[in-house]
């Protein structure tokens, strides 16, 4: 039974950081890509960024581009994502995702359960 564990949001001023963490359980995490989404009120959910299994190979939505990092330790199961320069629009519930066995991230097979983060004025 996969099961991923995300911690780390909060509230945060604009203009700060946060460090979103997503530990994983239950499956061979160093040969599965990961990827964070995101959920704000009313909108659909959105990806964020992505992981390759082996970490080398990153991507990020034009939103959050040049302000965010995706990171991976493969020994503590766990994916990362730094939040740098924090707006008021990066409010919204922030998931963990894995996608099986892929090297890259395709879809998710397995969800965490979210961690909300505001970012206030």
């Known amino acids: 039974q996969v099961q991923l564990v995300e911690s780390g949001g909060g509230l945060a001023q604009a203009a700060g950081t946060l460090r979103l963490s997503c530990a994983a359980s239950?499956?061979?995490?160093?040969?599965?890509?990961m990827g964070w989404y995101r959920q704000a009120p009313g909108k659909q959910r959105e990806l964020v960024a992505t992981i390759t299994s082996g970490g080398n190979i990153r991507n990020y939505a034009d939103s959050v581009k040049g302000r965010f990092t995706i990171s991976r330790d493969n020994a503590k199961n766990t994916v990362y994502l730094q939040m740098n320069s924090l707006k008021p629009d990066d409010t919204a519930v922030y998931y963990c995702a894995l996608d099986k066995g892929s090297y890259y991230f395709k879809s998710p097979d397995y969800w965490g359960q979210g961690t909300q983060v505001t970012v206030s004025s």
């Open positions: 239950g499956s061979i995490f160093s040969i599965d890509a």
